[in-house]
């Protein structure tokens, strides 16, 4: 796994990653008063705080959004 810089992604690119995360997590903006756009700020700004990460698979070549703690355990159960 690799760690990708959310700056290094390009500002669409980003955003539509963002929004995936958010509708895969099984967020329903139907239950809230959050858009899709305000849950996705909500997710961008955790990851300029460092509480997210956004990590490449070349395994499975997928892109996926993880907390930091999520992160190390799966570079440690790795034995990275």
Known sequence: MIEVPY???SP???QGLLEDFVTRQGYDTAETELGLDDLANQVRQQ???GQLTIV???VTES???LT???YRARLH???L
């Open 12 to 14: 669409d690119a980003l």
């Open 7 to 9: 700056r290094e992604i």
């Open 63 to 65: 892109v996926t959004v």
């Open 56 to 58: 490449y698979d070349p």
């Open 68 to 70: 930091k703690q999520e």
């Open 47 to 49: 990851l300029i705080n």
């Open 77 to 79: 159960g790795a034995g």
